[in-house]
């Protein structure tokens, strides 16, 4: 017959101190960072992924392009 535990007893969890003040102070924090960059970020994956599919089209290419000097051609 197998044992099971009375159907009153229940396990209780919860967070100690010191992890209640992860949650509270480094958590947070990066939640709040998440919120205010999170459309910056998706940008970044979005661009990375164009980056792979065509890799002429990298901002670090674009931005190389940029910087060349214009070409003068000789008379």
Avoid: K
């Avoid at 205010?36 to 940008?43: A, F, K, M, N, P």
């Amino acid at each position: 017959m197998p044992v099971s535990a009375a159907p009153w007893l229940h396990p209780e969890y919860g967070l100690t101190g010191l992890g209640q003040s992860l949650v509270d102070g480094p958590l947070r924090a990066l939640g709040r960072w998440i919120q205010d960059h999170g459309d910056e970020l998706v940008e970044a994956q979005e661009q990375s992924v164009r980056d792979v599919l065509d890799p002429r089209e990298t901002t670090t290419a674009r931005r190389a392009h940029a910087r060349r000097p214009p070409s003068f051609s000789r008379p």
